[in-house]
């Protein structure tokens, strides 16, 4: 049998946003999807690296939105302005927003607001037009972190948002069944442009104690793109309003 009959279509006429879908685990999940037969509507701010990335992308009918999901009038307005084609959405995949190392005692109400703004209104500022759009079936997946699992020192306003998508998944996985499926997955440290800042930032010594934390090592954006992608397809199709930790064995260490 010819290798590409053997590879799964899951995603065939679909079509999916993946919501930073220029680097990391969004361009990892991207790179499934297309690879397996579906649209991606692929958003980002730097509209070059975005660009770059959707036309490295096999298969065809991709579109790049360059836009701040922040800001929910654009957001309404690229949803608003998809074409036809595009109208019915099948899944969408939420992995925008930065890390934040901050102690307690130099975290500001604008830190904690930042971090909701990127991690939470990047996501509810799409989710109301989505639904509009979805098709029957549709899924939603959510990029959380393992960090809300463990805690850590320095990362209160970065774990509060984590935790906070986490609350979203369950609520929207009752409002809006049986139609829409919505789950979340909660990687440990990657190395993508995030992760590698992070590993910097913390120091040799810091970077140590993560990667002594993961029983699995560090991990890389294609070991979390699978696990998001087997969300969103049909073969998670009795799976709604769970969490799935995608950690190198992170969360459950002492
Ligand atoms: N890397 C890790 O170790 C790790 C661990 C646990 C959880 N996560 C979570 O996983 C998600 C993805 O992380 P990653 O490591 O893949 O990050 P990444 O490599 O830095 O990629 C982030 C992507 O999001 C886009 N983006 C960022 N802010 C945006 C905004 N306001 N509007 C639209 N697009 C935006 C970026 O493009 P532009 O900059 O051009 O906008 C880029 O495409 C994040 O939510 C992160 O918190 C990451």
């Known amino acids: 049998m010819d290798i590409a009959e053997a590879l799964p279509s899951r995603f065939e006429g679909q079509t999916i946003v993946i919501v930073g879908a220029s680097s990391g685990i969004g361009a990892a999940t991207a790179a499934i999807v297309a690879r397996e037969g579906g649209r991606v509507v692929g958003v980002a701010?730097?509209?070059?690296?975005?660009?770059?990335?959707?036309?490295?992308?096999?298969?065809?009918?991709?579109?790049?939105?360059?836009?701040?999901?922040?800001?929910?009038?654009?957001?309404?307005?690229?949803?608003?302005?998809?074409?036809?084609?595009?109208?019915?959405?099948?899944?969408?995949?939420?992995?925008?927003?930065?890390?934040?190392?901050?102690?307690?005692?130099?975290?500001?109400?604008?830190?904690?607001?930042?971090?909701?703004?990127?991690?939470?209104?990047?996501?509810?500022?799409?989710?109301?037009?989505?639904?509009?759009?979805?098709?029957?079936?549709?899924?939603?997946?959510?990029?959380?972190?393992?960090?809300?699992?463990?805690?850590?020192?320095?990362?209160?306003?970065?774990?509060?948002?984590?935790?906070?998508?986490?609350?979203?998944?369950?609520?929207?996985?009752?409002?809006?069944?049986?139609?829409?499926?919505?789950?979340?997955v909660s990687p440990g440290v990657v190395r993508s442009a995030m992760g590698d800042r992070l590993l910097t930032t913390v120091g040799p010594k810091g970077a140590e104690e993560i990667e002594r934390r993961h029983l699995l090592g560090i991990g890389r954006p294609e070991q979390v793109a699978p696990a998001i992608a087997f969300l969103l397809s049909d073969q998670a199709n009795w799976i709604t309003g769970v969490d799935l930790p995608v950690d190198g064995g992170f969360a459950i260490q002492a």
């Not at 975290?107 to 990127?118: G, I």
Request: hydrophobic share 45%; glycine share 8%.
């Open 45 to 184: 701010r730097r509209p070059d690296v975005l660009e770059l990335a959707i036309k490295s992308l096999p298969g065809s009918g991709h579109l790049p939105l360059a836009l701040d999901a922040t800001d929910p009038a654009a957001v309404t307005q690229a949803l608003a302005s998809l074409p036809d084609t595009h109208k019915s959405i099948n899944g969408a995949v939420f992995c925008a927003g930065p890390h934040l190392l901050r102690p307690l005692r130099i975290t500001t109400a604008q830190h904690y607001a930042d971090m909701f703004k990127q991690h939470v209104l990047s996501v509810t500022n799409f989710v109301p037009g989505l639904t509009k759009l979805a098709a029957e079936g549709t899924s939603l997946v959510l990029v959380s972190s393992a960090a809300r699992f463990r805690g850590g020192s320095a990362a209160g306003a970065y774990i509060a948002a984590k935790s906070a998508m986490v609350g979203l998944v369950r609520a929207w996985a009752c409002e809006l069944a049986p139609k829409i499926r919505v789950n979340s």
